[in-house]
């Protein structure tokens, strides 16, 4: 804590000298013992290691034991599609891992290149890099802050640190002691300059106290570098599932062995037979359906701007609860822009400015003339309050260049810290102007009239308490405040100690950075939806609660907290007020990691948008992190998931819209493969404990899956948007993937397929006694087609296929027709029912099993009826 330290204290401590800083040699001496003044660099993994993290899954070693025993069985057209399947889902893998690791080199490019120190009794200009503790440190405007310092000497000094605190207008920094209370904010440090912010106004001297990783915004790079990784709530679901599956196969396979053992069968056949089963169990093609619907999704999203940089991501916002946002900037539209003002005894909206009325009109050309910053169309420099007052005079095409002209600037008392005014010297033709500018109290207390309706009136206690209760309305609202007087002079050499006094008080401006147009309505729908909106923000708790207000975030102070005052609840009160939090202010980026890391341990999953390097910690500790790609620095945008270009908060709601879809989407897919594979199984495995002889041929089975779990899967996951999809809740992560009785239908329609499959191949041994490859084939057709038919109903858990549109998912029409062409043409052509053994079966067969194959679909869309009858009216 160097801030409550005073100057003579920090010298000895930090062993120095104010007027001639540190000698060649003792700089030289602490670089050896403490290094560089530059960030480490985080440790890059290589290739071999980003490719054993891709393949180091349960479903991905399944996958490579299925290609080994397709390989085995001779299979080799399956191996290669598995093995094909395997290396897309390590190469998209590491594309993505390699782009995603770019924070910590982004922090490195913040520091500056030279920074101005005291050597030897001389100023210098060094590398930043060169910089030691106990360094003094010259800053000046424009030039970057080289390393964390506390001041001692200051002048007008103005440093613009919303990156790393959130504020949205540069801080007047001072060089003073100011407090003893050690939990202050990095935002209330106005005696300390912190590494990567930059001067905007006046100058400075401080003491170097950190250099590199031992600076604020080392602190920010150690938590990117140390952060655990997060997995999605599909990614942990899918491992769960490889590993029953994986042990699905290896029971599925000792007790089919088994089986067969007793009844005496061959034991080869048995043993081709079970691994055959093992490898139907197993939907082999489920990680590149869900990698490549992910993939196609963030196309989609990009359409929407939103630009996905980990795949998982898209899948994690369907089940966001809770939206954390930092205020300046997502919230807000991080500009100053003047909203109120006060002239004439009235206040009003400044939509109601009037330069006919005299006294408007002079307060709009007065805070222009008292103002250093710079507008234009195309460029905007200054001070951000200074540029708002610039903005109002531009509505009504009054730009600083004309009114400049018009009224050349001939004096100035450049804007103090201490006094809280600005003020300047202006021609007007034969007779001159003095403009002040500044706060409220200070300024009133030099006027001594006051213009009213176009007149110089003596300024009364009733004007005065006016003018307080008018300042007071507007800071209730959380507005920034100014005011402005003026006095006419004869002659332009009046002395600078007369300028500032017996002022003609003129009005008020009022100023927020202003929340944006879309916002609100998108916290109303994220409200509909389930979704609650965090405010998170480094501002003052009276801005921060009144923006919050106005967005419908929060209603009652209650609401409120500071981030010092949570950083100190214990963790029993974090716990039982955490979920009536709703604006969290005055925040570290410590505060922002803690709050995340608090609604998660509440079973929440949390998305944390930012723009600023204080937000990267906690935009990568959140399940998923959300930048601003317009005003977001380079380190928000490398510790996210997901960056939005166009930095619109109601992105985000499409965006969620987005993932619950593709969530559903993938669902339909998984729980159609595993129905289909259940089907397989049941298929064998009964008519085995029957005694039959063999249902299916271990081809039949790896053919079946190739064709189902291939296209008609895929067209599964890139089904049409449900209209519907935003009236529900926010899924819970806790729940499983096959929840709401969705586990039972799963098996149960796995069932009807298996039974279906063996009626069909037990009537065609009645009608083709002798010929056990003609009933074999029968149920070869039925047990495709019925898969095929199936995925109709799987589009949707209550409605029915009519109502859900059987037209509008044409990839998934294709597929269908595509899988009976094809298994068609295995059964037709001479080539192919060799390799099959199967028989070509006539019209009235063909008949018969499209019309069994139809049994699954019907009994399904049987079943949604039942559940939609059986589901409780809501009112």
């Known amino acids: 804590m160097w801030f ?54 349960p479903l991905i070693y399944i996958l490579i034991a299925a290609a080994v025993i397709s390989a085995f069985l001779k299979e080799t057209s399956d191996a290669i599609i598995i093995g094909v399947v395997i290396v897309l889902n390590a190469v998209i893998g590491i594309i993505q891992e390699s782009k995603a690791e770019k924070a910590l080199e982004s922090l490195q490019e913040l520091s500056t290149p030279k920074a101005l120190v005291k050597r030897d009794g001389e100023v210098v200009e060094i590398p930043s890099e060169n910089l030691v503790i106990g360094d003094i440190v010259i800053l000046d405007a424009g030039r970057y802050v080289p390393c964390d310092m506390r001041l001692i000497e200051s002048a007008n000094l103005k440093i613009e640190e919303s990156a790393l605190t959130g504020e949205s ?11 003893d209370d050690k939990n202050i904010a990095l935002g209330d440090q106005k005696n300390m300059a912190f590494m990567s912010t930059m001067v905007t106004n006046g100058r400075g001297t401080g003491i170097s106290v950190g250099t590199g990783m031992n600076t604020e915004i080392g602190k920010i790079a150690s938590m990117l570098d140390s952060d655990e990784k997060n997995l999605t709530p599909l990614q942990k679901k899918l491992a769960q599932l490889g590993k029953v599956l994986g042990f699905a196969a290896l029971g599925i396979c000792l007790v089919m062995f088994l089986v067969g053992v007793i009844q005496r069968r061959d034991l080869f056949e048995m043993f081709l037979t079970a691994i055959s089963l093992a490898v139907a169990a197993i939907p082999e093609g489920l990680p590149a359906i869900v990698t490549i619907v992910l993939a196609m999704g ?54 109601a400015l009037d330069l006919q009325n005299p006294s408007q009109k002079l307060l709009v050309e007065n805070m222009m003339l008292c103002n250093d910053a710079t507008y234009s169309e195309s460029s905007k420099t200054g001070d951000p309050t200074e540029i708002a007052l610039l903005e109002v005079g531009s509505k009504f095409n009054i ?23 600005m003020t300047t010297l202006n021609k007007y033709k034969d007779e001159y102007h003095i403009v002040t500018k500044g706060a409220v109290d200070n300024l009133i207390k030099l006027c001594s009239s006051a213009f009213i ?17 008018a300042s007071n309305a507007m800071s209730d609202e959380a507005l920034r405040v100014l005011a402005s007087a003026f006095k006419i002079v004869e002659s332009p050499d009046t002395e600078k100690s007369s300028m500032e006094m017996d002022l003609i008080f003129v009005g008020l401006y009022g100023m927020i950075d202003p929340p944006r147009e879309t916002v609100k309505s998108s916290i109303e729908e994220c409200k509909m939806s389930g979704i609650r909106t965090v405010m998170i923000t480094g501002d003052h708790k009276n801005t921060a609660f009144a923006i919050a207000k106005e967005l419908g975030i929060a209603d009652d102070e209650s609401q409120v907290i500071l981030g010092s005052e949570f950083e100190n609840m214990t963790e029993d009160d974090v716990t039982e007020r955490i979920d009536n939090l709703k604006v969290f202010a005055r925040v570290s980026p410590e505060h922002k990691v803690k709050i995340v890391r608090a609604l998660k341990e509440k079973g929440n999953i949390v998305s944390m948008t930012g723009d600023g390097v204080n937000d990267a910690p906690s935009l990568k500790t959140a399940d998923i992190g959300v930048a601003m790609g317009i005003t977001g620095t380079d380190v928000a945008k490398g510790a996210s998931d997901m960056i939005l270009t166009d930095d619109n908060f109601s992105t985000i709601v499409a965006a969620v819209k987005e993932g619950r879809n593709i969530y559903n989407n993938i669902k339909k897919s998984i729980i159609f493969l595993l129905s289909c594979n259940i089907g397989e199984i049941v298929a064998l495995f009964i008519g085995i404990l029957l005694g039959w002889p063999a249902v299916l041929r271990p081809i039949h089975l790896l053919w079946v899956n190739l064709i189902t779990d291939s296209f008609p899967a895929l067209a599964l996951g890139v089904d049409p ?18 929840a709401g009785k969705g586990g039972f239908f799963l098996v149960l329609n796995g069932v009807i397929i298996g039974i279906t499959t063996l009626v069909a191949f037990y009537i065609g041994t009645r009608i083709y006694p002798n010929s056990l490859m003609h009933a074999q084939t029968m149920a070869f057709v039925v047990l495709s087609v019925s898969q095929l038919f199936y995925t109709l109903s799987v ?54 099993v499209i019309l069994i194959s139809l049994i699954p679909l019907v009994l399904n869309e049987i079943f949604k009826i039942f559940k939609r009858y059986s589901k409780p009216k809501t009112t």
């Not at 176009?454 to 005065?464: A, D, F």
Request: glycine share 4%; with cysteine.
């Open 4 to 57: 409550n330290k005073g100057n003579e204290e920090i010298i000895k401590e930090v062993k120095t000298d104010i007027q001639s800083g540190l000698t060649s040699d003792e700089v030289s001496s602490r670089l050896s013992k403490y290094g560089p003044n530059k960030l480490r660099e985080k440790k890059k993994k290589s290739i071999l290691f980003l490719l054993f993290e891709q393949i180091n899954d």
């Open 169 to 179: 207008v540069p801080s007047d920094k001072l060089h003073e002691l100011i407090s």
């Open 298 to 351: 963030v196309q989609r999203m990009i359409k929407q701007n939103a630009i996905v940089r980990k795949l998982p991501a898209v899948e994690t916002l369907g089940a966001v609860n809770i939206i954390c946002s930092d205020k300046t900037g997502t919230l807000t539209q991080n500009k100053m822009t003047v909203t109120k003002f006060y002239c004439d005894n009235r206040l009003q909206d400044v939509s």
């Open 399 to 421: 730009f600083k260049n004309d009114i400049n002209n018009s009224h050349e600037r001939l004096d100035e008392i450049p804007f103090d810290s201490d006094r809280k005014l």
């Open 453 to 469: 309706d176009g007149k110089i009136v003596e300024i009364t206690e009733q004007i005065k308490s006016d003018i307080l209760a």
């Open 721 to 738: 948007d449900d209209p519907d999809i935003m009236k529900e809740k926010p899924r819970d992560p806790k729940v499983g993937l096959f």
């Open 795 to 848: 589009r949707h858990s209550e409605n029915s296929m009519f109502k859900t549109g059987i037209l509008t998912n044409k990839y998934l029409l294709g597929s269908i027709l595509l899988g009976i062409v094809l298994q068609n043409i295995v059964i037709t052509v001479p080539l192919f029912a060799g390799v099959f053994k199967v028989y070509r079966l006539k019209l009235n067969d063909w008949v018969f």
